[in-house]
């Protein structure tokens, strides 16, 4: 499936239950762009429920354990209305924290990876994030 924002191959996971108020339009399946991070909704019949997906596509800074991978792709998605989604984002982020991820240091190596060009502003965000968190 490529992206409707830059044409790229997406990344196509399930989300698990206790995350599905945070995927858009609370999907079951979602796509994650590796190159300009944007978060898209499948359809039941588009998803495949991909046991391993390969987060590692979007950069070797990014956790690849879905358990940190899922809520910090979903964290970013968010970002577009920080204002909005801002119970919703610390959840998230706070939730990779203790699976043993920070969150924060992986918005700076996302910053710097050349691969990733964020359709949102990611320097500006992990600023406001870290506000958010401490």
Same mark, same amino acid.
Request: glycine share 4%.
């Given at each position: 499936?490529?992206?409707?924002? @830059? ?5 196509? +996971?399930?989300? #698990?239950? =206790? ?6 339009? =609370?999907?079951? +399946?979602? /796509?994650?762009?590796?190159? @300009?991070?944007?978060?898209? #909704? ?12 390969? +987060?590692?596509?979007? /950069?070797?800074? +990014?956790?690849?354990?879905? =358990? ?10 968010? @970002?577009? /209305? ?20 920070? #969150? ?10 050349? /691969?990733? =060009? ?17």
């Amino acid at each position: 499936m490529a992206c409707s924002q @830059c044409g790229s191959s997406q990344i196509q +996971f399930s989300v #698990p239950d =206790e995350h599905r108020g945070y995927a858009p339009s =609370e999907a079951a +399946f979602v /796509s994650v762009c590796p190159h @300009c991070l944007t978060l898209e #909704p499948m359809t039941d019949e588009e998803g495949t429920a991909n046991s391993d997906p390969d +987060f590692s596509r979007i /950069s070797d800074a +990014f956790p690849i354990r879905p =358990e940190r991978a899922i809520p910090l792709v979903l964290a970013l998605g968010l @970002c577009s /209305s920080l204002a909005t989604n801002r119970t919703a984002i610390e959840t998230l982020l706070r939730e990779v924290e203790r699976a043993g991820t920070d #969150p924060l240091l992986v918005l700076d190596r996302l910053g710097d990876d050349p /691969s990733v =060009e964020p359709a949102i502003d990611l320097e500006r965000r992990r600023h406001q994030l870290e506000q958010l968190l401490y």
